[in-house]
């Protein structure tokens, strides 16, 4: 069985790998990072950076260049030269922008997701008696749901009668977006708020943002993503879609490292309007006058006045280190070119090798799918856990959601067509080998 890849036909042999490896425009960017090492001291069979994205090599230098401006100036590191601390996020946004489809001042560097998640709530869930309804998944990541549950009761509101959850079809693993958009005609002017994710958690789902974004403001409620799994992953265009607002953590996909700073979006339409609630700190007030210490508060007029704190430097530089890589890949068009591919392949790889022994609960549609595969198990005799961790023992990082899934994610950055024939030959193995549960 073969299909067509532009002038490569699949095959299940290594040979194909080898050949679409050797025609990859983008295979020399696995050279930018280093990739986990295994038990035999060789690169990882590394399929997880839907979960914490390999360290590119130049971070280290990145870091090391502020520790050392840190042991030469001191505090004047905060004002001296081109990566003066003071204003160092600034040398982040336009990057990040590019990254999320938008405008430089709608875009700032801060935090960790769900701080931001809830910063942003602050000011785009604002309850009446009448509009007092947020929307969101029956299975969003838990930090999400928490954090509306909270910002629900933090109004005086119960999440009981607050809370529209939309849920995949009985029998279906995603969510059918004419049912998200039913969800929120049907809330209409009871709806506040939409909280959705960009690529869903779980599956991979990548959901319809410019249409989900034009169905709650024609009820008249703001829409926010978090887009912890789209950002990095699929072309975003937040800016045109005219999302209000969306957050996102940069160690999964963008490469930042353990606990890396966050990233979060405001529309511009909303970025200086002054009647928007907001909590405040001394971060988000006008550049010129901060170190005069006044407490008469003058919002940046742009996302930066969502700053409540000075910002983390060190993990800054790190992003820093791999946004240039994302730069020097030419940006997500091309990188999403070569994922598409990948996609392909991997696809036809599971029905060629594993073919009914495994699902794939993600999307078959490209326009529905990022990078990442939520692979399922489907003989119930075996223990898909332990295959899991049989994956492990050989080398190849992925990683378990239950109740059964391992997610499986070849990122276009770092990821060979080579680690996806291993994984495959790999899991072949471990299904005709696998013990019983
Ligand atoms: C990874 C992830 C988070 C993690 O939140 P932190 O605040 O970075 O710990 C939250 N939400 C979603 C959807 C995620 O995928």
């Known amino acids: ?77 905060h004002f001296d030269g081109p990566l003066a601390w003071e204003p160092y996020h600034e040398l982040l946004a336009p990057q990040m922008a590019a990254i999320v489809g938008a405008n430089t001042d709608e875009v700032v560097v801060m935090n960790s997701l769900t701080v931001n998640l809830h910063l942003l709530m602050v000011s785009f ?29 933090q109004r005086g509101n119960d999440p009981a009668e607050s809370m529209v959850l939309v849920s995949p079809q009985p029998g279906s693993d995603t969510l059918d977006p004419e049912d998200i958009l039913a969800a929120i005609e049907e809330a209409g002017s009871s709806l506040a708020m939409v909280l959705l994710p960009g690529v869903q958690y ?85 550049k010129d006058t901060r170190f005069q210490m006044g407490t008469v508060y003058e919002a940046i007029p742009t996302a930066e006045s969502w700053q409540v704190s000075n910002a983390p430097i060190l993990a800054m530089a790190a992003l820093r280190a791999s946004l240039d890589v994302f730069d020097k890949a030419g940006g997500l068009v091309p990188l999403r070119e070569k994922s598409e591919l990948q996609i392909d392949y991997f696809d036809y790889l599971l029905e060629a090798v594993l073919g009914n022994r495994i699902q794939n609960l993600t999307p078959k549609a490209l326009g529905q799918r990022g990078c990442q595969f939520a692979l399922r198990v489907t003989n119930p005799a075996v223990d898909g856990r332990a295959v899991y961790e049989q994956l492990g023992h050989n080398d190849v990082a992925c990683d378990w ?33 696998a013990p019983s549960q």
């Open 125 to 153: 869930y604002n309850p009446t008696p009448q509009r007092h309804k947020v929307l969101i998944e029956q299975h969003a990541f838990p930090s999400d749901h928490f954090a509306v549950e909270s910002q629900i009761r």
């Open 401 to 433: 959601r239950y109740p059964d899934v391992i997610r499986v994610a070849p990122v276009p950055l770092y990821n060979s067509f080579t680690d996806i024939h291993r994984f495959v030959q790999i899991l072949d193995r471990l299904l005709v080998e």
């Open 202 to 286: 779980y599956t991979g789902q990548v959901l319809p943002m410019a249409r989900i974004t034009a169905a709650a403001h024609r009820v008249g409620a703001t829409v926010g993503f978090d887009l912890a799994h789209a950002a990095g992953n699929i072309p975003l265009e937040l800016h045109d879609w005219d999302v209000d607002f969306a957050a996102w953590c940069t160690y999964k996909y963008l490469n930042s490292g353990p606990g890396g700073v966050a990233g979060a979006f405001v529309h511009q339409r909303h970025v200086a309007n002054p009647d928007l609630p907001k909590f405040l700190g001394w971060w988000g007030t006008r």
């Open 1 to 77: 069985m073969s299909a067509a890849a532009g002038s490569l036909s699949f095959t299940a042999d290594a040979e194909t790998a080898a050949e679409l490896d050797a025609a990859d425009p983008l295979a020399d960017l696995r050279s930018q990072f280093h990739i986990p090492v295994g038990s035999d001291g060789q690169p990882q069979t590394y399929l997880v950076g839907n979960s914490l994205g390999a360290v590119p090599v130049e971070a280290a230098n990145y870091v090391g260049e502020e520790l050392s401006r840190w042991a030469k100036l001191g505090v004047a590191g």
